[in-house]
Antibody, heavy 123, light 109 residues
Framework: EVHLVESGGILIQPGRSLRLSCAAS????????MHWVRQPPGEGLEWVSG????????AYADSVKGRFTISRDNARNSLYLQMNSLRADDAAFYYC????????????????WGLGTLVTVSS | EVVLTQSPGTLSLSPGERATLSCRAS???????LAWYQQKPGQAPRLLIS???SRATGIPDRFSGSGSGTDFTLTISRLEPEDFAVYFC??????????FGQGTKVEIK
């Protein structure tokens, strides 16, 4: 059974940095691209960033480009999101999401989601 | 960037009724790479439909998707109590950005 477990969400002040982690199990992690998707409480979904199996293909939403960095460690079956210069509008649940595309690259729907970790940005 | 607009914002129906949800894209969706997700309070989204019309594993056949190009529909033929939730459409593919509609809430009338 696929499990994606996010961690690292906290209450943090604007301008600070935070690193989110996602532990994956139940599938061959290295075979799939992964994404981060966020959702402010009570609002809609926003794709944040995606990374291919070997980190050779990385994409960011314009809203986070230059501030966030996605990475993965295939030996540890883990996905990360380094978030710098946090702003109030970055506050959201952050979901770790598996891409079902072939050959470890983007291209499929998002078939498994973690339960999310909450990032609150406030002074 | 493909902008997805869902309608209506809220659908008030009774169990057993048919639900029809719309998702309109600002430009044609490549190869009908259009998915639908269901989200219940306090839970992560769950994939229902991909490729505009293919049900994901384990999804009941009362859920069906249709459409192509810029106009897509999710139909729930007979609402069960567990179907009252928020539904999102999404366009996906080999490159970003991946975008979602703003959601349609299906609530009990």
């Amino acid at each position: 059974e696929v499990h994606l477990v996010e961690s690292g969400g906290i209450l943090i002040q604007p301008g600070r940095s935070l690193r989110l982690s996602c532990a994956a199990s139940g599938f061959t992690f290295v075979d799939y691209a992964m994404h981060w998707v966020r959702q402010p409480p009570g609002e809609g979904l926003e794709w944040v960033s995606g990374i291919s199996w070997n980190s050779g293909n990385i994409a960011y939403a314009d809203s986070v480009k230059g501030r966030f960095t996605i990475s993965r460690d295939n030996a540890r079956n883990s996905l990360y999101l380094q978030m710098n210069s946090l702003r109030a509008d970055d506050a959201a649940f952050y979901y770790c999401v598996k891409d079902s595309g072939d050959y470890g690259d983007f291209g499929g729907p998002f078939d498994y989601w973690g339960l999310g970790t909450l990032v609150t940005v406030s002074s | 960037e493909v902008v997805l607009t869902q309608s209506p914002g809220t659908l008030s129906l009774s169990p057993g009724e048919r639900a029809t949800l719309s998702c309109r894209a600002s430009q044609s969706v490549t190869t009908n790479y259009l998915a639908w997700y269901q989200q219940k309070p306090g839970q992560a989204p769950r994939l229902l439909i991909s490729g505009a019309s293919s049900r994901a594993t384990g999804i009941p056949d009362r859920f069906s998707g249709s459409g192509s190009g810029t106009d897509f529909t999710l139909t729930i033929s007979r609402l069960e109590p567990e179907d009252f939730a928020v539904y999102f459409c999404q366009q996906y593919g080999r490159s970003g950005p991946w975008t979602f509609g703003q959601g349609t809430k299906v609530e009990i009338k």
